[in-house]
C-alpha cells in the first residue's frame, strides 16, 4: 500500500512530509511551491519490515533538515512510501511502479534487496527515475542501467576481499558454503566460488537455504562432518541469525563468515551468543569511533529516543542527502535532471563512506570486515576496492 508518512507520538519527524500540505505559509511562498516526492519502496510489513522502518527513519531526518532550511529551490520535499515486502520481486515491481505512476516521484530510495531491484531496472527506465538502492548483489549494476545508482558495496568487491581475508590473514583450508537462494545469495555465492577458485581452494561442500529456513541442524551438521575449518555464508538478517545460533547450540567449533547480515542488529538479536566471533563484510558499525558517526548517533536518538541508527537507517540517509544535493544541483526538479546530476557525484562525504559515481552505477568503494565480541561488532580491517 502506498500511503504518506503521517506523524505519531514517537518523533514529529515523520509527519515532515505532511508540512507543506498543513503550512498554507509555505505553500503560498511561490506558485512553484509544490511539493518535490521522493519515494522510498521497502519492506513495512511482514519479515523485513524492521529493516524498512530503518530504511524510513534515516531518510526523514534528511528531509527533515531539508524542509527545516526551506526546502529545495523554495520547494518542500514529502516523501511517499510503498512496502515492497522485502525480496519479493512482484510486490517490489507494484510498489515502484505505485509511486511512479500514482505519486508522480521524481527519484527513488530502495528497493533495498536484490530480488526487488532487478524486475525495477527495466520500469525505472520506462519513468525515468533514478533508484538509490543499498542491494549488494553483483547482478545489479550488470544490467547497464544509467538509473541505478548503488549505495553500498558491491558484492563482487566485498565478497572476494572477504575470501582474501580468511584465506590469508586467518588460512582457512576447508571451507563450506551457505547461500539464500534468491538472486542475491545466488550471485554473492557466485563471487565467493570465483574468489576461492583464483586462490586454488574447492569448497568441500554448498549448501543452500531459503528465507523461510528455520531449522538448520542438518546443514550445520554437515558441515561439521566435512571438517570444515570455517564456512562462508550469503544470506538475509534473519537466517543468519538462526545459523548462528543454532551452530552455537549444537557446540560446533569452524567459524563464519558472510555478507553483511552478520554484524546487523536483527542478526545479533536472533544469534545471542552464537553471534561472537562471527565475521562480516559490510560497511557501517555504531560503535565506530568517527566523529561523523557519532554525531549522526546524536542526531538519530534524539529524533528517535530509545533507537539506535545501524546499516539502513544510515545508508538511507546517506543515499536521501546525495538525492537532495542533486536536486539542488540539476537545472529542473525531474527524474531525467536528478539523474543527470548523481552521474556528476564524484566525492561525496556521507557518513558510511565517500561517495563517487562510476558508469556501472556504483557508488561505494570502501568497506570494513567485523567480527562481533561480547554481542558487538568491530571492526578489524578496512578494506578499499
Known sequence: MVSPVHISRRSLIKAIA????????IVGRAHAADPIRIGISGPMTGQFAQNGQWMKNGVAIAVKQVNDKGGIKGRMIELRIADDLGPNPTAAANAVTKLATQDEVVALVGPHYTPGILPNVPLLGKYKIPALTGATGPVVTQQGSPWVFRVRLNDAIGADLLVKYITEDLQWKKIGLGYVNTAFGQSGIAVVKASLAKRNVEPVLVQAHTDATKDFTSQILAFQQANVDGIIVWTDDQPAGLIAKQSK????????????AFSQPIFLGLAGEGAD????IGEFVKDNPDERVQAWKKLYAAAYPGDEPEL???????????????????ETI??????????GVRDFQGIVTRYGWTDNGDMTHSGIITRVAGGKPEIVKVITS
Not at 18 to 25: D, E, H, I, K, V
Not at 312 to 330: F, N, P, Q, S, W
Open 312 to 330: 539502513y537507517a544510515t545508508v538511507y540517509h546517506d543515499a536521501a542527502k546525495l538525492i537532495i544535493a542533486a536536486m539542488e544541483r540539476a
Open 334 to 343: 525531474s527524474g531525467e535532471a536528478i539523474q543527470q546530476a548523481l552521474t
Open 18 to 25: 505532511l508540512a507543506p500540505l498543513a503550512t498554507p505559509a
Open 277 to 280: 566471533g562471527c565475521m562480516a
Open 249 to 260: 547450540t549444537l557446540g560446533v567449533k569452524f567459524g563464519i563468515a558472510g555478507n553483511t
